[in-house]
């Protein structure tokens, strides 16, 4: 089995900032890309940055230049640096990952239980 343990959301004032972090554990043998993604109520899931397993990231165009991923292989754990919020940020943030798993050849999708970050006007 494989899990993904997020923590680090909260509540926080307008340009304030706020670390995300996802730890994955269990039988692991590598991991592809590392994904965060948002959820608002009434709003469809939002792809917020994503970073490969060499190190390439990307973001969305609402994010970029305040929000920074990156990414420890070393204990497969993926963050989510996020400076100048919002209140529109205010949001469930989830973490993806594409694991393969010890002893297997294909990779499979996991997710995190999800963090609440807040932002107030």
């Known amino acids: 089995q494989v899990q993904l343990v997020e923590s680090g959301g909260g509540l926080v004032q307008a340009g304030g900032s706020l670390r995300l972090s996802c730890a994955a554990s269990?039988?692991?043998?590598?991991?592809?890309?590392m994904t965060w993604y948002r959820r608002t109520p009434g709003k469809q899931r939002e792809l917020v940055a994503t970073?490969?397993?060499?190190?390439?990231?990307g973001a969305a165009d609402s994010v970029k230049g305040r929000f920074t991923i990156s990414r420890d292989n070393a204990i497969n754990t993926v963050y989510l640096q996020m400076n100048s919020l919002k209140p529109e940020d205010t949001a469930v943030y989830y973490c993806?990952?594409?694991?393969?798993?010890?002893?297997?050849?294909?990779?499979?999708?996991?997710w995190g239980q999800g963090t609440q970050v807040t932002v107030s006007s």
């Open positions: 970073i490969s397993s060499g190190g390439t990231a």
């Open positions: 269990g039988s692991i043998s590598s991991i592809n890309e």
């Open positions: 993806n990952m594409i694991v393969r798993r010890t002893g297997r050849n294909y990779y499979d999708n996991y």
